[in-house]
């Protein structure tokens, strides 16, 4: 520290020094993301696969959209502390619904008939999702 540094200048300083290490604290986990991989799922424009895991953490459905082979399976796995549920707006009467999933539940969805279908949680509208079903 120099004796006529200002304590402005000093602040910006530190400053500097607290973004610097977040930053480097944080280079070594950009990779950490989401692969899209889903545990055997698949996103967006990626080939469908015959069974797709979709974890339901952090209030959203990972990996979203997701892309399953008509007569393959989606299993929703719940790894929040909070209830959620996986429904298409028919509900229980429609293509879908997983019913209520607490803390480590899971529910498996064979879908026979190819289509596109838009499913939310019950509890927490904000989280949606998305089926496509290909032959």
Not at 70 to 92: I, L, M
Not at 101 to 124: E, M, N, P, R, T
């Amino acid at each position: 520290m120099n004796e006529g540094e200002t304590p402005r200048r000093r602040g910006r300083r530190s400053l500097l020094a607290a973004f610097a290490c977040l930053a480097l604290v944080a280079l070594p986990l950009a990779g950490c993301g989401d692969d899209d991989s889903g545990g055997g799922g698949s996103s967006g424009g990626g080939s469908a696969k015959s069974a797709v895991t979709v974890n339901i953490a952090s209030f959203k459905f990972l990996p979203d959209p997701i892309k399953v082979k008509a007569g393959g399976e989606v299993t929703w796995v719940n790894q929040d502390k909070a209830p959620h549920t996986a429904e298409t707006d028919r509900g229980v009467k429609g293509p879908f619904n997983t019913g209520w999933l607490d803390l480590g539940d899971k529910k498996a969805v064979k879908f026979d008939q190819a289509g596109k279908f838009s499913y939310y949680c019950i509890y927490h509208r904000f989280m949606t999702g998305t089926v496509e079903v290909v032959e």
